[in-house]
């Protein structure tokens, strides 16, 4: 570190001279395969073989000539296109968001992130965060040279604050000592050939029979497997350019910054078990991360050595356990001991069931109390003509009638209390009501944040460092849907007996048998709008991994679960994850 110079512009000049070796090898490389690609042309015309051409003076150097000048523009153009468009590339496809200010995990990543910064004297660092449950982490630096760190859902989840702390400095060495410029470079010169292969590569027809593929854009198989061959080739010697020797040498520069060695190791062991491909993952994004994503699938033999961008794992726990004098085992048995320990320290949620019966022993008559509407509550007058003619649906309130899945304007529908009959566009409070719903409005203002169950409204509170809105009567939750990642990668919260019960029934119930109706028939056909923007929603399974029903809002993407169906999803999930 001594030899680094401590200028982080200075870095930026320093590397940019070193990109003109990698310049150097792209310039070589398409020297060499405009030059095949030339002479196969050539040939088949049949003029490599006349004697003529290749025994004239002329050939040679003007062949040469068009081949170093078509290479040199590709190769021009394809650096460009890296530094320009990479970055920006390599966030987007591994669904970088930038860091909820409203989150607890999110703002102890911005302050870490800015303390270590600090420390390190650079000038300023954008951080994000992919929706990941794997353990993970990594620099980059944008188009317009700012630097930027990116960690998983699943690190904030599972690591400490020493370890973000370590993770963050580890990173930031990347950034300092000017490899993070350096590996973005190779990393956005070999999006182009991962672009060339996603082109080409055979799409599954609609029309064919199962099994059978077209291949895309016309090419024949023997282009696409040539054109996936070489994008093979040219990643891997792209990710033999970048040394391996520089994780070590960051993590003894972020042991400088956050005096943290052990923490370190421990992280790192963690990501090594706890890894798994993080977003649109692709091999040529490898060396951008701390560990290796695919590292527990990478053989530890001479092959896997040779093309690996990391040193193997246990060489830099032992350097980095050397630090603090104790060795690699003694940290792997701490982050064990650690796993047990926060076990141990999770609260412990109960269900519904459990809770209304200690609700009952404790206030009997309140208990039994039918839920009233609020003062001022809509009646339910609006009647709707069904299919049979003569016949009627409901008695509905405005916001249950629009919900309805087979309400439109121009249907007919009755005002029981006016004793009106005409087609619903006609009656101005359903007008107010669809044009409050175009707008993402309250169907019913004054009456907005209300709990679709019980029409009471709900309460904000927080769920493992998330803002949700809660209902203090049935315990059903409206989360929205990019936050419920989150709640499920953290584990601040255990659940009682009677809970993992009734997700275990749960699943041997619906999850193994996916074709059975996943809730009862009142429930589904029990339209409701949605808390946030009245709009209708509708139930779906969470996503294809787990069947797990919840109601989804379409219009502001947000996440309706009735009473324990969050904390059932948590269960399967880290059922499944523990069994990984």
Not at 389 to 400: A, D, K, Q, S
Request: with cysteine; charged share 25%.
């Amino acid at each position: 570190m001594a030899t680094q110079p401590r200028d982080f512009y200075e870095v930026q000049k320093r590397q940019r001279r070193r990109s003109l070796f990698l310049f150097a090898a792209v310039l070589l490389f398409y020297f060499a395969a405009i030059g095949l690609i030339g002479l196969a042309f050539l040939a088949s015309f049949g003029l490599v073989f006349n004697t003529g051409l290749l025994g004239s003076p002329s050939f040679w150097p003007r062949f040469l000539l068009f081949d170093l000048a078509a290479s040199s523009v590709v190769s021009i153009l394809h650096f460009q296109d890296a530094r320009k468009n990479g970055p920006r590339f390599i966030l987007r496809r591994l669904q970088a968001a930038t860091p909820d200010a409203a989150d607890r995990y999110h703002m102890q990543l911005l302050n870490t992130v800015d303390e270590i910064r600090i420390a390190a004297g650079l000038p300023r660092v954008n951080a994000y965060v992919l929706p990941s449950f794997a353990v993970n982490s990594l620099a980059v630096i944008e188009e317009d040279g700012t630097p930027a760190v990116a960690v998983t859902e699943g690190l904030l989840a599972e690591g400490t604050r020493d370890e973000l702390q370590a993770v963050a400095a580890h990173e930031l060495a990347h950034i300092a000592r000017g490899d993070a410029f350096y590996l973005t470079l190779v990393c956005s010169l070999a999006n182009l050939f991962e672009k060339f292969k996603d082109a080409l590569e055979p799409e599954a027809d609609d029309g064919a029979a199962c099994g059978e593929r077209r291949s895309g854009g016309g090419f024949p198989p023997i282009f696409f497997y040539a054109a996936v061959a070489l994008s093979a080739l040219v990643m891997r010697l792209l990710s033999m350019l970048v040394s391996r020797e520089r994780e070590l040498l960051a993590d003894a520069a972020a042991v400088e910054l956050s005096r943290a060695p052990e923490a370190l190791a421990r992280i790192v062991y963690k990501a090594h078990m706890k890894n798994s491909f993080v977003g649109d993952f692709t091999l040529s994004y490898a060396p951008l991360f701390i560990v290796r994503p695919d590292s527990r699938d990478t053989p530890d033999n001479l092959p896997g050595r040779i093309f690996s961008s990391h040193p193997p794992l246990m060489k830099r726990l032992g350097a980095l356990a050397a630090m603090v004098r104790k060795k690699p085992e003694a940290v792997i048995s701490a982050v064990w001991d650690e796993e047990r320990a926060r076990g141990e320290a999770r609260g412990v949620l109960h269900s519904y069931e459990e809770m209304r019966k200690e609700q009952l022993e404790l206030f009997p008559r309140s208990a039994d109390t039918p839920g009233s509407p609020l003062p001022g509550d809509e009646a339910r007058v609006w009647l709707l003509a069904a299919a049979a003619e003569g016949t009627w649906e409901g008695p509905f309130t405005v916001p249950e009638l629009l919900c309805r899945p087979r309400f439109s304007p121009i249907m007919r529908v009755k005002n029981t209390q006016e004793g009106i009959e005409a087609r619903a566009r006609e009656f101005p409070q359903i007008r107010i009501a669809l044009r409050n719903l175009a707008r993402k409005k309250p169907l019913s203002p004054g009456r907005e944040n209300l709990c679709p169950r019980c029409r009471i409204p709900l309460a904000e509170t927080f769920y493992e460092g998330v803002g949700i809105r809660v209902c203090g009567r049935c315990r059903g939750r409206l989360v929205d849907a990019a936050s419920v990642d989150r709640i499920v990668a953290r584990r601040e919260v255990a659940f009682s007996e009677p809970l993992v019960e009734k997700a275990r029934r749960f699943r041997e119930r619906t999850v193994l048998n996916p074709l059975k109706r996943q809730k009862i028939e009142a429930a589904l056909g029990a339209d409701i709008p949605c808390p946030g923007c009245g709009y209708r929603m509708v139930a779906r399974p969470y996503n294809y991994q787990y069947f797990v029903p919840v109601d989804k809002c379409l219009s502001c993407s947000k996440i309706w679960f009735d009473g324990d169906e969050l904390e059932i999803l948590q269960i399967l999930i880290e059922d499944r994850k523990a069994k990984a």
